[in-house]
């Protein structure tokens, strides 16, 4: 089993950054693309970023050249850099790995438990 656990959400002004982190943690062989989704209140959840074993990453365009996400393999952590925040960004972001507990076995999914990000006007 993967376990994610998320920390950095709050309550920023308009304008302001925020750094999310997500540790992945149990038992597994290897950890696989990892992302960062959010669910606005009333709003299906979307992806924002995400980012391959190897660096390579994709942003939801409603973010390009706002947010950055990186990725430390060594501790099994991803984190997402949250600059010039908008009101439009409030929601829940999750923590998102897809993730391999033994070789040779199908990767599953797993997510996090959701930290909480309000950007005021």
């Known amino acids: 089993q993967v376990q994610l656990v998320e920390s950095g959400g709050g309550l920023v002004q308009a304008g302001g950054s925020l750094r999310l982190s997500c540790a992945a943690s149990?038992?597994?062989?290897?950890?696989?693309?990892m992302g960062w989704y959010r669910q606005a209140p009333g709003k299906q959840r979307e992806l924002v970023a995400g980012?391959?074993?190897?660096?390579?990453?994709n942003y939801a365009d409603s973010v390009k050249g706002r947010f950055t996400i990186s990725r430390d393999n060594a501790k099994n952590t991803v984190y997402l850099q949250m600059n010039s925040l908008k009101p439009d960004y409030t929601a829940v972001y999750y923590c998102?790995?897809?993730?391999?507990?033994?070789?040779?076995?199908?990767?599953?999914?797993?997510w996090g438990q959701g930290t909480q990000v309000a950007v005021s006007s």
């Open positions: 149990g038992s597994f062989f290897r950890i696989n693309a």
């Open positions: 980012i391959t074993s190897g660096g390579t990453t």
């Open positions: 998102n790995a897809d993730a391999h507990t033994v070789p040779n076995v199908a990767s599953r999914n797993y």
